[in-house]
């Protein structure tokens, strides 16, 4: 059996193993500086790279806001052109419908009456004219009235537009032989609201 004998002195030895652990601690330590470092690096490249996106996101941020202080007068305008639709939308929407009255009147006028004057105050009219007799008068107020047939508006639920018809006067006029009428009738304005 063969021993091996060391001649290296126990002084040597921990001379070399204390070598050793240095060299492995230094190589360690450089190793472990170099990750640091490379580590570091990184970081400091990816903090630079989002700071530099967060100063472009912020100069959009601005851009879009002046942007939009740019428009603030079209804003002003916008709401104050609502505003005047929905006033224009509510006086159409309450609006007489004089035209519609009008309409109305005529088609219920039978034949043999004229009207000479015409006047439309609030919720009331006043007329005069001549007839061709005192039936043709009656047949007048009955056809306001709604009494002698539906009036050719039904559809639009104007049955019921003269709420009142009241004869003031009535005469014959011997110069020509018609009789001559006033008439003061009594309508319902809601029901030319209809639009």
Do not use: C
């Not at 040597?12 to 170099?34: D, M, R, Y």
């Not at 939308?89 to 004089?98: D, G, V």
């Not at 034949?111 to 007048?140: E, H």
């Not at 107020?141 to 639920?157: P, V």
């Amino acid at each position: 059996m063969s021993q091996s004998i060391n001649l290296i002195p126990q002084q040597e030895k921990q001379e070399q193993q204390k070598t050793a652990i240095v060299k492995a601690s230094t190589v360690f330590s450089i190793v472990l500086l170099v990750i640091v470092a490379g580590v570091s690096a990184y970081l400091f490249f990816e903090a630079r790279k989002y700071q530099t996106k967060l100063g472009q996101v912020n100069d959009e941020i601005e851009d879009h806001r002046s942007k939009i202080n740019a428009k603030k007068q079209v804003e002003i305008d916008a709401r104050n052109l609502d505003k005047k639709y929905s006033v224009l939308e509510e006086l159409f929407k309450n609006r007489i419908h004089y035209s519609v009255l009008l309409r109305e009147f005529v088609l219920r006028t039978p034949a043999g009456v004229t009207i000479n004057q015409f006047d439309v105050r609030n919720k009331s009219i006043s007329l005069s004219g001549y007839a061709t007799s005192y039936i043709s008068v009656a047949d007048f107020i009955n056809s306001l009235l709604g009494k002698s047939g539906a009036s050719a508006s039904s559809s639009l639920g104007l049955e019921e537009l003269f709420t009142a018809v009241k004869l003031n006067s009535v005469s014959l006029d011997s110069g020509n032989k018609e009789v001559k009428y006033s008439i003061a009738i009594d309508y319902d304005p809601s029901k030319l609201n209809f639009y």
